[in-house]
């Protein structure tokens, strides 16, 4: 506990005396130490929250002196003016008592028989005491703090347990992007408090654990919890005053709870996710089959549903992987276990679609605008039976994140050809139809270092329009009309033949699919 001037005064080996400044006394802090100054301005050398001992002997023969040393004192953040009797002056002179009064600041009167070390040793005695005192709760809080950890009862026990601790404080914790994470508040202290407004105060002050004031009055110190780089978390104590040293250390333990419970809570989910990874890796190389695929799932804790979607979630600028992986989590969290993770640095979720449950797009969708992230996009796939599937519902979500649509949800469906093709299977044939009609295309360009594939598809592109195609091509449009007539003698398919326009586009978009994958055949 803190040293106050009241608890010297009632001392009685001491033998203080309050004679002065009566409406400061314990008004200006607590004793943080003791000083001892005959000089007429000893503030250079204080910081505030000292007991200033003096004999007087440096302003004895000047009321004016006397005067600007009190208001210098007083400004300065002196907690109170012990003054010697019977040194340089028998009494206090009456100017430096009528200052006192004016500036609140508390005159005490030390006894000629009692030495200034006797008050400085008890000061020192007490800060000795108080020191060791709050490092033995702080230890102790630490051990408290880390059961509850362990305990798994979450951040709201956390701070629970440091609230105990700090029984005038109102603690409360929010996520990186300003959710409510858990509170202690027995008092009911934060009904006065517009969360909101905290979170962007917070944030203005740059969550460097700074202290400022609220609108009524009280203060608000937070403290920032940190995941590298980037934050993760903020604790905020709400009390009358500024927190005081050893509150200061309480409410540092409370920090590295909240911080190994968020610790805890990432290691299960990155274990988790590391799992999904792999599941995604095997999909999507063709190496798994259902029955893979099912015990992978039931591995995780998650039945293999009857119906599902696979979900892309693109991540929005400035924002975290691990973040928008959280919060992508706790989103699907209510429809069951969530089977988020990444593959090609993107983020996946394998979503049960069941008609009576609401849809896992939106809610990703929802929890991202909640979180004052801009222009949310999810890819989502066509409903799959067969767990066989998955590799093509994988494409078919990525497919549908990447190209533009109206509202934040894309849905494979809307994409036309390219959604089309999307799900198209090596092992439904995609590669040999690619072969059939563009084979010798692509081994002539290869061979001869031709741009005829290239022409092709500018020539479709543009509605087999040979004026605007060419013009693409930077070529002449005799250059254009050879290269169609050498592609027809290759394949045998003329391009200005409308009977042919849907194999080639057919083939064109596949191929390009299987240069982006890597898959094309040498």
């Known amino acids: 506990?803190?040293?106050?001037?009241?608890?010297?005064?009632?001392?009685?080996?001491?033998?203080?005396?309050?004679?002065?400044?009566?409406?400061?006394?314990?008004?200006?802090?607590?004793?943080?130490?003791?000083?001892?100054?005959?000089?007429?301005?000893?503030?250079?050398?204080?910081?505030?929250?000292?007991?200033?001992?003096?004999?007087?002997?440096?302003?004895?023969?000047?009321?004016?002196?006397?005067?600007?040393?009190?208001?210098?004192?007083?400004?300065?953040?002196?907690?109170?003016?012990?003054?010697?009797?019977?040194?340089?002056?028998?009494?206090?002179?009456?100017?430096?008592?009528?200052?006192?009064?004016?500036?609140?600041l508390p005159l005490i009167t030390v006894p000629y028989e009692v030495p200034f070390l006797a008050v400085t040793r008890r000061v020192s005695r007490h800060m000795f005491e108080e020191h060791f005192a709050t490092l033995r709760s702080a230890i102790t809080l630490h051990r408290q703090v880390l059961a509850a950890v362990v305990s798994g009862h979450g951040i709201g026990a956390v701070l629970t347990t440091v609230g105990r601790a700090m029984p005038a404080a109102a603690l409360?914790?929010?996520?990186?992007?300003?959710?409510?994470?858990?509170?202690?508040?027995?008092?009911?202290r934060l009904s006065s408090v517009d969360l909101d407004q905290a979170w962007k105060q917070v944030v203005a002050d740059g969550a460097s654990g700074a202290t400022s004031e609220l609108p009524d009055g009280q203060a608000l110190t937070s403290g920032p919890v940190r995941l590298g780089d980037e934050l993760d978390a903020v604790v905020v104590a709400v009390t009358d005053h500024p927190l005081l040293e050893h509150e200061s250390l309480l409410f540092e333990q409370g920090l590295a709870g909240v911080?190994?419970?968020?610790?805890?809570?990432?290691?299960v989910r990155e274990a988790q996710r590391a799992r999904v990874d792999e599941l995604l890796e095997e999909a999507a190389a063709g190496r798994s089959t259902s029955g893979l695929i099912a015990r992978a799932l039931r591995r995780l804790g998650v039945s293999p549903p009857t119906a599902y979607r696979v979900l892309t979630v693109a991540r929005p600028a400035g924002v975290g992987e691990a973040h928008l992986s959280m919060v992508v989590e706790d989103a699907l969290l209510p429809l069951g276990r969530p089977v988020v993770g990444h593959l090609d640095g993107e983020l996946y979720a394998m979503v049960a679609d069941a008609q009576d449950e609401p849809d896992a797009a939106e809610r990703i969708v929802t929890a991202m605008r909640s979180r004052g992230w801009p222009s949310p996009r999810v890819g989502r796939s066509r409903v799959k039976t067969d767990l066989d599937a998955l590799r093509a519902a994988i494409r078919e979500a990525h497919v549908a994140v990447v190209l533009d649509a109206a509202s934040p949800v894309h849905d494979v469906d809307q994409l036309g050809l390219s959604g089309l093709?999307?799900?198209?299977?090596?092992?439904?044939?995609?590669?040999?139809?690619?072969?059939?009609?563009?084979?010798?295309?692509?081994?002539?360009?290869?061979?001869?270092?031709t741009r005829?594939?290239?022409?092709?598809?500018a020539y479709l592109a543009?509605?087999?329009?040979?004026?605007?195609?060419?013009?693409?091509?930077?070529?002449?449009?005799?250059?254009?009309?050879?290269?169609?007539?050498?592609?027809?003698?290759?394949?045998?398919?003329?391009p200005r033949a409308g009977e042919h326009l849907l194999e080639y586009g057919l083939a064109l978009e596949l191929h390009a699919r299987q240069v982006d994958a890597g898959t094309e055949a040498p």
């Open 452 to 457: 005829l594939v290239q022409t092709l598809r």
């Open 1 to 104: 506990m803190p040293l106050w001037p009241s608890e010297l005064l009632a001392d009685p080996s001491l033998g203080l005396e309050l004679v002065a400044g009566r409406a400061g006394l314990d008004r200006r802090g607590p004793i943080r130490w003791a000083h001892i100054s005959d000089t007429p301005d000893p503030t250079p050398w204080l910081e505030g929250g000292e007991l200033l001992l003096t004999t007087g002997l440096g302003v004895k023969d000047s009321p004016q002196l006397q005067e600007r040393l009190i208001a210098g004192l007083a400004a300065r953040g002196v907690v109170a003016v012990g003054f010697g009797t019977g040194v340089s002056l028998d009494d206090v002179p009456p100017a430096m008592a009528a200052a006192c009064d004016e500036h609140g």
């Open 172 to 188: 409360v914790a929010f996520d990186f992007a300003g959710a409510e994470l858990g509170r202690h508040d027995p008092g009911g």
């Open 259 to 267: 911080s190994l419970e968020l610790s805890r809570r990432r290691s």
């Open 421 to 449: 093709l999307a799900g198209i299977r090596d092992d439904l044939g995609a590669t040999d139809f690619v072969t059939q009609v563009l084979g010798p295309v692509i081994e002539h360009d290869r061979r001869e270092s």
């Open 462 to 494: 543009h509605g087999c329009r040979p004026g605007p195609a060419a013009a693409e091509l930077c070529v002449h449009r005799h250059t254009l009309t050879y290269r169609l007539d050498r592609i027809r003698e290759l394949t045998g398919r003329d």
